[in-house]
């Protein structure tokens, strides 16, 4: 009968390390980075939007009327910011949407003031086929 032969050291502690490797890879993927982008802002009205422009896969952060085209690796998530209403003080993000419409990317943003009788101070409908120029 042949004795029982434990598993070298080594070999347990190379199958725990390509274990760890394979998780960490696993959750600092692009995907899933968005998706921690996601549940973090969607708690304050904010949206991550992932779209296709041009052919080019593009991700965009929509919060407090404020468009933030997103560069997003394994290492980094990087914020651009490409659209915001003029300023106006005492003013507030009142609504905010973000929508494919054909071959472009649709933006509505609408400041309000504070106070009685707070009108609309900023804002519109903002259409891009890039993400980059918006008109």
Not at 73 to 93: I, M, N
Request: aromatic share 10%; glycine share 10%.
């Amino acid at each position: 009968m042949a004795a029982f032969r434990p598993l070298p050291a080594l070999a347990l502690v190379g199958g725990f390390v390509l274990v760890l490797i394979t998780t960490l890879h696993v959750w600092n993927s692009p995907a899933r980075r968005l998706e921690r982008l996601q549940q973090e802002v969607a708690q304050k009205g904010g949206r991550v939007f992932k779209t296709t422009l041009n052919g080019q896969d593009l991700a965009f952060l929509l919060k407090d009327c404020k468009l933030y085209k997103l560069e997003v690796t394994r290492r980094s998530l990087l914020r651009e910011l490409v659209l915001k209403p003029d300023f106006y003080p005492f003013a507030f993000c009142f609504k905010q949407t973000i929508d494919r419409k054909g071959d472009s990317l649709e933006v509505y943003l609408l400041m309000q003031a504070l106070g009685a009788g707070g009108g609309n101070q900023g804002g519109g409908t903002y259409r891009s086929t890039d993400g980059r120029t918006w008109q």
